[in-house]
């Protein structure tokens, strides 16, 4: 059984994993606002080895991070929805959009990233563990 299920708007794309999350984020980047046409993308980080696309209809856009490295972001063809990123920076993980996940509920963010581009009307816990741009240098 599957530890991580989901997929995107229109069932085009299925993906799955036998692992847990690493950690989940919320990332307050201006392409992540702009991917996701809101003000931020709520990811769940998962490793890289047990994730596994079993339908799919993806296209990728390829993104650059403030980083200058790339920022591969995977979604459907068909619906446009937006399933997962992949981060040069960060190799080894994916970042699943939590909104694509078979039960999103059980997602609770545990960091945000980029609080300095985070909107201005967005509430944050006064003790969640916010970076004020990239979690990693």
Avoid at 2 to 17: K, P, T
Avoid at 54 to 65: E, K, M, N, Q, R
Wanted: aromatic content about 6%; glycine content about 8%.
């Amino acid at each position: 059984m599957s530890e991580i299920q989901g997929g995107c708007l229109c069932g085009a794309v299925r993906y799955e994993s036998a692992d847990t999350a690493i950690t989940s984020v919320v990332c307050h980047c201006s392409q992540c606002q702009k991917q996701s046409g809101s003000a931020f993308s709520i990811n769940l980080v998962v490793p890289a080895a047990g994730f596994r696309v079993i339908a799919s209809a993806l296209a990728t856009y390829h993104d650059v991070g403030d980083s200058g490295l790339a920022v591969l972001r995977h979604f459907c063809t068909r619906c446009g929805s937006p399933v997962y990123s992949e981060l040069d920076a960060n190799p080894g993980v994916v970042a699943v959009k939590a909104g694509t996940l078979d039960d999103p509920s059980r997602v609770h963010p545990q960091l945000h990233m980029w609080r300095d581009s985070a909107q201005p009307w967005v509430e944050i816990a006064d003790d969640a563990v916010c970076f004020p741009r990239n979690a990693v240098a």
